[in-house]
């Protein structure tokens, strides 16, 4: 069975959020500027289209992602991108950490204290990471629903229902193969966390955070602007 990760990057450009993620990286990019950061670690890459940026204004930057498919796609587009995982870099190797669109809500309430420990290993006192959760509305008013696609050789259902704090996103894919149709399909779970977490870490202060709409009429997404202590 494919991993769902990769079943994800399969289906990313059918999806087509490349306008909307287009305006969050340049929210991104306006929050790093003035923090004058040089050493930038990208943790969930995907398609490497943010290092791109973070290259054209000179920062040295990689990326990391848990899809082989995408940092395929990433080291495509000329950027430094890897499947290693946090725990391969050295201790304070990089000034600032970014998750640029749902990293965070991928990972589960019970793994999220480790994978912030992870965060924090990497970075200085005082380094950054930057990083963006689902509000309640993004995801009740923005993410749950079902979409189908259809072109002549892939067609594409997504299922995403949002109950008790974790939305469950089923996928199916018929890609054709010659003359017969494969079917690929796998889910993904997110994870709302509520603002309230990230105001009570012991490693991170919660500098300020920034409301980002995307999709629909209200904030989707929050950015944070945490401070390693
Ligand atoms: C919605 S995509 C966003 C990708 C990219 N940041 C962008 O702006 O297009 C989320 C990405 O996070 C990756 N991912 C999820 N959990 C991860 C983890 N624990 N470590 C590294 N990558 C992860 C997925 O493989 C996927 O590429």
Partial sequence: ??????????????????????????TYLGLLK?????RILDVGCGNGKFLVHLKNEQLSACGID?????????????VEASTQELEAFEEA??????????VLNYIAPAQIDSFLEAVVRVL?????????????????????????????DQFLCVDATFEHN????????FEKEGDLYHKNEGSIT???????????????????????TLFGDEPDKTILILQKR
Avoid at 93 to 102: K, L, N, Q
Avoid at 129 to 149: K, P, Q, S, W
Avoid at 166 to 173: A, N, P, W, Y
Wanted: glycine share 6%.
């Fill in 124 to 152: 200085p006192k005082e380094g950054y990471f930057i990083c963006d959760v689902n509000t309640l509305y993004g995801f009740e008013g923005v993410a749950e629903g079902v979409m189908c696609h259809d072109t002549e």
């Fill in 34 to 38: 003035p923090l004058h950061v040089k």
């Fill in 93 to 102: 190797s990089f000034e600032c950490v970014v998750a640029i669109a749902d």
């Fill in 190 to 212: 997110q994870y709302f966390h509520p603002l309230s977490f990230f105001k009570k870490l012991g490693a991170f202060k919660l500098c300020s955070t920034k409301p980002v």
């Fill in 166 to 173: 974790e939305l469950l996103t089923k996928i199916v894919l």
């Fill in 1 to 26: 069975m494919i991993n769902p990760l990769d079943l994800y990057a399969k289906i990313e450009s059918l999806i087509g959020f490349d306008a909307q993620y287009e305006t969050l990286y340049q």
């Fill in 66 to 78: 848990r899809s082989a498919a995408m940092i395929e796609r990433a080291r495509a587009l000329g």
